[in-house]
């Protein structure tokens, strides 16, 4: 699963998909999977979704496809230890990959699209692997600023002062947020009927404060701004990640901590 911002991430005790479960609740509802249909999931990771479209598509198939050699090899472990048989994963870059043309009833893609280096090559290369009519079902972050993980943490990072606005500059996770721009590379890929739903569901860092750090310490934005610190001196970056404790313990409720965030969600069809 290739992400950056929110993604961007490792293995650790909380993974990705902790961290945007509500999410998934809503894109089970909207992908509609049909017994028979064989479905795409681009940027799977681990597989969570390929395999829950595996369970929806009992009597066809799901195949998973991640940039992430070791993703892909776990994603693969634990298909095999949850029984899946009609699951299959790839290491592969969808943008270019060679899919069978005209295959697949349904591509998903769970924060997964946002990182191609030419979007309107790489939603060209997925729908000529998708049947004539076939879906394109997937989420996306909507603006930075209306995300409030990513706005807490770019200014706990710059601090008093500071310039929230570079400290996680160049991050590609909102690369799909405007509906205009996608919904123009889209019917330019050979897309139709595209259509934005606003996805209103808060994102889970974890049990604690300690958790949330260590899961916010993993991600690229987080990453880059802390090794800039750190050149700067060691009191620079100590007292960076005083700020995001403070900002995490502010987050903490009875649950865990939890942010805000905006996502839409996309859906079109294959012309």
């Known amino acids: 699963m290739r992400q950056d911002g929110a993604g961007g991430h490792q293995a650790s005790p909380l993974d990705y998909d902790a961290e945007v479960q509500r999410h998934d609740e809503v894109l089970r509802r909207a992908w509609g999977v049909q017994p ?6 681009i940027g799977c990771g681990l597989g969570q979704t390929t395999c ?27 298909a095999r230890a949850r029984g899946i048989g009609n699951v299959a994963f790839e290491c592969a870059d969808a943008q270019v990959h060679l ?7 349904l591509a998903v893609s769970r924060f997964g699209s946002m990182f191609f280096a030419d979007p309107l090559a790489a939603f060209g290369n997925v729908g000529q692997a998708l049947r004539p009519a076939g879906r394109l079902v997937m989420m ?17 990072l710059a601090g008093p002062g500071g310039s929230a606005a570079t400290a996680s500059a160049g991050s590609a996770a909102f690369s799909l947020a405007d509906p205009p721009a996608v919904t123009a590379i ?63 313990a502010a987050h903490l409720g009875q649950d865990g901590v939890w942010f805000g965030s905006r996502a839409w969600l996309v859906t079109a069809r294959r012309r």
């Open 36 to 41: 028979h249909e064989h479905v795409v999931d």
């Open 52 to 78: 829950e479209v595996a369970r929806m598509a009992y009597a066809g198939s799901a195949l998973g496809v991640d940039i992430s050699a070791p993703a892909v090899e776990r994603a693969r472990e634990l």
């Open 140 to 156: 996306v972050w909507q603006a930075r600023d209306r995300n409030e993980w990513d706005v807490a943490i770019r200014q706990a």
């Open 186 to 248: 889209l019917n330019a890929a050979g897309f139709a009927g595209v259509t934005f739903t606003d996805v209103d569901e808060p994102v889970y860092y974890g049990p604690d404060v300690a958790a949330a750090l260590d899961w916010v310490r993993r991600f690229a934005c987080t990453r880059q701004a802390l090794g800039r610190l750190d050149h700067a001196g060691a009191a620079s970056a100590a007292s960076a990640l005083g700020r995001l404790r403070e900002m995490l």
């Open 99 to 105: 899919f069978p043309q005209d295959h697949f009833d």
